[in-house]
C-alpha cells in the first residue's frame, strides 16, 4: 500500500542554541515551520521584529537574530 502522506525533508528540531532569519521567514515560530514538531515543544511565536530584532524562546533558549 502506497504512502499518501508528502514526504518532506524536515531539520531536527531545537538542535542549534543559535539561528539567523530573514524578514521572509517571518512570523517567527519556534520551532520553525522547516523543523520537525514530533520531538519538539509546542509551536510558539516570537516577536522579534518588535523586540529589536533578537528573541529568545521561553521553552528551548534558541537564540535568533533578524539579520535582514
Known sequence: MADLAP???TAPA???QRYEVHAAD???SCPTP???LW???PRVYLP???DGGEAHCPYCGA???LVD
Do not use: D, E, K, T
Request: charged share 5%; net charge positive; proline share 5%.
Open 7 to 9: 514526504q518532506r525533508a
Open 39 to 41: 520531538n519538539s515543544h
Open 14 to 16: 531545537n538542535a542549534q
Open 63 to 65: 537564540h535568533f537574530v
Open 48 to 50: 522579534i521584529a518588535q
Open 26 to 28: 517571518l512570523p517567527l
Open 34 to 36: 522547516a523543523m520537525a
